[in-house]
């Protein structure tokens, strides 16, 4: 069975911190994975992922993937309030229409 | 990024009642998906909807739940007699010929 599993379940940290979050995954013909921020409601998308190795940035967020590890980090550098966030990991199979799995997703705070 | 909305955005149904969500797209667009959230849990998927049938379905996605378009522009989820273990957050995403899928604001569910 497909399965997304994210570490720490939870993080409280103070701003200006930097946070790594983790993402492994098991999925029958992986295709991509994708990180979200959930703040109040709707998932709203970071990065997408395909190949191993290379790192995509925005501002002080930034992800890179391991196949061979199975898994992804999401790293925020001086973290903010505004950072305060479900970050949610899904892996997309090579299905025809590429449905998403979602783990259970991290809870970060930022403390000012 | 392409622009998702949904309505309604709260629904409060009694058990055994129908109910529609919609979700309407801004600019025409290839896939559809519907997700849901239970509150605290995992975003799960529901079905895809392709070419104007459906593409995948999971489990959770039975005779109870129907998609459609009815118009062209409008994709509408059924739940045609509702449980209280629908109560959840419904979202709606799109996506075309990338593998990004783009969220809605999520409507609401709540049956008593």
């Known amino acids: 069975e497909d399965k997304v599993v994210q570490s720490p379940l939870s993080l409280v940290v103070h701003e200006g911190d930097t946070v790594t979050l983790n993402c492994s995954y098991e999925?029958?013909?992986?295709?991509?994975l994708l990180w979200y921020k959930q703040e109040k409601k709707a998932p709203t998308f970071l990065f997408m992922l395909t190949s191993s190795g290379i790192e995509k940035k925005s501002g002080r967020l930034s992800s890179i993937l391991d196949k061979k590890e199975l898994s992804s980090i999401l790293n925020i550098t001086a973290t903010q309030t505004g950072d305060s966030a479900i970050y949610l990991c899904?892996?997309?199979?090579?299905?025809?229409?590429?449905?998403?799995?979602f783990g259970t997703g991290t809870r970060l705070t930022v403390i000012p | 990024e392409p622009e998702v909305t949904q309505t309604p955005s709260h629904q409060v149904t009694q058990m055994g009642q129908e109910v529609i969500l919609r979700c309407v797209p801004i600019s025409n667009h290839l896939y559809f998906y519907w997700y849901r959230q239970i509150l605290g849990q995992k975003v799960e998927f529901l079905v895809s909807f392709y070419n104007n049938e459906i593409s995948e379905k999971s489990e959770i996605f039975d005779d109870q739940f129907s998609v459609e378009r009815p118009d062209g522009s409008n994709f509408t989820l059924k739940i045609r007699s509702t449980k209280l273990e629908d109560s959840a957050m419904y979202f709606c995403a799109i996506k075309d010929s990338g593998e990004t899928q783009y969220f809605g604001p999520g409507t609401r569910l709540l049956v008593l």
């Open positions: 899904a892996v997309s199979p090579q299905t025809g229409a590429n449905n998403l799995f």
């Open positions: 999925v029958t013909n992986f295709r991509s």
